[in-house]
């Protein structure tokens, strides 16, 4: 095979059934078509698992991926990937993370880990300098991520190595436990730890001294500069997320009647003040943290040195966790936060998909729909630290209620039944996160809707950084409706289009292999389209420009879409929770509500091509994408409309 410049070249494919390893060629065909990381993953997730699959059986396969910028001197260059069929949707699942798993593995001689089958007993997997073994893991079955890390690092005599490993919540089969990378990095959404753990895979543990092989280094470098150089002049970053973190966004969302508050009641909480990025600057941040390759340096390091909620140093929260373990929960204690984040992380549970279940109990108790007898006696109130953090523990370890919200909400809820339906958000059974569409941007609604993996509000782009920031990602070249649209508006404002370019210009990261956050921003100020082709074309001397990343986007997010399509989703789950359409009660967002997704859904389909009764990408787009395989398979199974 030749040299692939940006690339280490290899992947490693472990049955754990048979305990055997094999290491294989990248793909060219798909390198060409898909760049890599996520678009690589989704090819062989399309190719080689069967529809209808459980995803918590040997059957289901999941993917560790980097890209060709994963590792490299492009700013936040420390992300991977993990791709697998979701335990929680039964749809596409995609989870990043940052840190230094990525480059380490690539580092390690690998682009990507593909496990397969389900082993016979626990076990980890040691990943280094072009070899890889499987190591006997009863030992570490039933400890904590954090207890993980440090025997794992020990046993293997490396302390440099990166460890991604699940917590109890993974072996228990949490359909939203995480996979964790160096203690307290997550990835976390759509129950990726789950599939970890129904493969009784503690572990995959990934060093090396590997270089990276550059085509043209010098041009290599100049592209990397540059983007540098825009990224110093992004104000929000240097005012908000660079000195308070993710956390920062607190008071900005507040203000502006967008932050999550009482499980949908409304966008504005009072005591936001009291958990903000200010207040932990203040109180109990030690200091920041960078990952690999990382100028921002969002992360926070934190510690409650005393009291009921004392809780050792360690990384976290952002701003997702403080929201949904706070506000949406109407709780404003920062040291119960700090606690709660930390047992996440070490249980190995998506804080955000974990405070809105106990935010759905909070709201199910209140309305009657449970009762202690449901509850094992535990009074479900608003507010209360003791119960939020009670629950976490009872989520982790599925005792009493918590074995019913492990599930998720959209389980949950049909099994409680009497409405509880009704009140749960949630998207395909992906709770949704702490971006609250009426009040932010209809933009945001339309996302949830649409994204592949569910209620999401980072995958594949945050939309409403266009209409809710005015930031144009560097789209303007690419058609995106400028000045954006009143953030209010729904259609017959050009939001179908700037959904759909958004999602794309996202996917250009998330088949790079790097962090959402330097895309975000205006042309001056951000990596745009043509930064990050100007890097990619230099790195691996194959020349691409921005619109043909753009194509390479459109390819990944059809076939994504057409996965989802293959487990038997159709339009009808391309919406939004029923609260969604209800008027916000309180605050500078009182009586916005979402009134017609079905406009937005349409103009979203006309601009992706895709039909507009069944939601199904057309046969017409698929071969245009180089699809036709894709398409004939659908044809076969009766999924593609006629044209």
């Known amino acids: 095979m030749k040299q692939l410049f940006g690339y280490a070249g290899k992947v490693l494919r472990v049955n754990l059934t048979k305990k055997k390893i094999l290491k294989q060629p990248l793909r060219e065909d798909i390198i060409d078509k898909y760049v890599g990381c996520v678009g690589y993953a989704a090819r062989v997730l399309w190719e080689e698992l069967k529809p ?59 682009d990507f880990v593909i496990l397969e089958g389900r082993a016979e007993k626990p076990v980890y997997l040691w990943v280094h300098d ?45 359909r ?50 540059e983007a540098e150089e825009a990224l110093k002049k992004n104000m ?87 929201v949904m373990l706070g506000s949406l929960c109407l709780h404003d204690n920062l040291e119960a936060i700090i606690r709660a984040n930390y047992l996440c992380n070490s249980y190995g549970l998506d804080t955000i998909s974990a405070g809105n279940a106990i935010a759905f109990a909070m709201e199910c108790y209140d309305k009657g729909l449970l009762t202690t007898a449901d509850t094992g006696g535990l009074e479900l109130r608003w507010g209360d630290s003791a119960t939020i953090i009670n629950l976490i523990e009872k989520i982790a370890k599925r005792e009493g209620i918590g074995d019913l919200l492990a599930e998720g909400v ?7 039944g009497k409405g509880a339906e009704e009140l749960a958000l949630h998207v395909k059974g992906l709770e949704m996160p702490a971006h609250e569409p009426r009040g932010e941007a209809k933009s945001t609604a339309l996302l949830y809707a649409t994204s592949p993996r569910g209620a999401c509000h980072m995958h594949p782009y945050w939309t409403g950084s266009w209409d809710f920031n005015q930031w144009t990602g560097g789209l303007i070249e690419h058609g995106l409706p400028w000045p954006p649209p009143d953030k209010f508006a729904e259609t017959g404002v050009g939001k179908g289009l700037g ?26 100020d951000c990596i745009t389209p043509k930064r990050y082709a100007r890097m990619l074309s230099a790195l691996t001397g194959r020349e691409i420009n921005q619109f043909e990343l753009m194509k390479i986007s459109e390819r990944v997010i059809n076939l994504e879409k057409c ?36 406009g937005m859904l349409d103009e979203y389909y006309e601009a992706c091509g895709w039909d507009k009764k069944t939601s199904i990408p057309t046969r017409e787009k698929l071969e245009e994408l180089g699809l036709k395989d894709v398409a004939d398979e659908l044809a076969g199974m009766a999924k593609t409309p006629k044209i």
């Open 52 to 110: 209808g699959i459980d995803p918590l059986g040997p059957g289901n396969k999941l993917i560790f991926a980097t890209g060709p910028l994963t590792g490299t001197l492009c700013p936040g260059s420390g992300s991977h990937e993990i791709c697998t069929k979701s335990p929680l949707t039964g749809a596409w699942a995609e989870s990043r993370s940052g840190g230094f798993f990525g480059p380490k593995l690539k580092f390690a001689g690998f």
């Open 130 to 174: 072009g070899e890889a073994e499987i190591r006997d893991a009863k030992e570490l079955w039933g400890k904590t991520v954090h207890e993980t890390t440090d025997v794992v690092l020990e046993e293997i005599g490396d302390p440099e190595a990166s460890v991604a490993c699940i917590g109890p919540a993974g072996e228990k089969l949490v």
């Open 176 to 225: 939203f436990a995480t996979v964790m990378n160096d203690k307290d990095r997550a990835a976390a959404r759509c129950g990726p730890g789950a599939v970890m753990g129904s493969k009784k895979i503690k572990a995959v543990v990934t060093n090396g001294i590997q270089g990276i092989s550059v085509a043209h280094p010098e041009e290599f470098y100049e592209a990397v500069i």
């Open 236 to 322: 929000p970053n240097v005012h908000t997320i660079i000195p308070f973190g993710t956390i920062g966004l607190v008071n900005v969302y507040n203000s502006q009647g967008a932050l999550p508050t009482k499980y949908g009641y409304t966008g504005y909480f009072e005591n936001a003040e009291k958990f903000s990025g200010e207040t932990l600057a203040k109180t109990f941040l030690v200091k920041r943290r960078a990952c690999f390759g990382c100028s921002m340096g969002c992360g926070r390091y934190t510690e409650v040195k005393s009291g009921p909620w004392a809780t050792p140093p360690h990384e976290g929260p952002e701003y997702e966790t403080v």
């Open 410 to 416: 959209r389980r949950a809820a049909a099994k409680i």
């Open 499 to 524: 959904v759909k370019l958004l999602m794309l210009q996202g996917i250009i990261q998330e088949t790079t292999g790097v962090c959402r956050f330097p895309a975000f921003g205006k042309e001056e």
């Open 563 to 598: 996965f989802n399509v293959r487990e038997g989703l159709t339009r009808k789950d391309d919406t939004i929770p029923e609260k969604m359409k209800e008027p916000i009660a309180t605050g500078p967002t009182k009586g916005q509500a979402v009134t017609n997704l079905d």
